[in-house]
């Protein structure tokens, strides 16, 4: 299962309702849609950056599925998402990759 690091910034272009009633409702829309998929364990982790307009989501599955999740909010925030690998794996690569270069070098 693949991790996901999702930056998002609020898109100041975005269609944002004037009207505070109606941007209340679109944020407790917004606000359920996270909530339903921390409740099915699609985000692990959501939190906001003390600017109040940014912040950050940590995920987990396949990339189809974070891609569609990241969709859901795309007409009103900007995205930089990126996948991670558990530490102890990217040092049991770059040991590997050493250690080839190494005996690569010996030839």
Not at 56 to 85: C, P, Q, R
Request: glycine fraction near 6%; hydrophobic fraction near 40%; charged fraction near 30%.
């Amino acid at each position: 299962m693949s991790r996901y690091l999702a930056l998002w910034r609020r898109n100041p272009s975005a269609p944002w309702p004037r009207d505070l009633t109606e941007y209340s409702k679109l944020q407790e829309t917004m606000w359920a849609a996270i909530d339903g998929l921390m409740k099915k364990g699609e985000i692990k982790e959501f939190g906001w950056f003390l600017d109040g307009l940014s912040g950050y989501a940590i995920a987990e599955g396949d990339s189809a599925t974070h891609f569609k999740n990241v969709s859901m909010f795309a007409a009103y925030y900007d995205f930089e998402v990126h996948e991670m690998l558990q530490y102890d794996k990217g040092k049991e690569i770059l040991r590997a990759l050493s250690k080839a270069q190494i005996e690569a070098a010996k030839k």
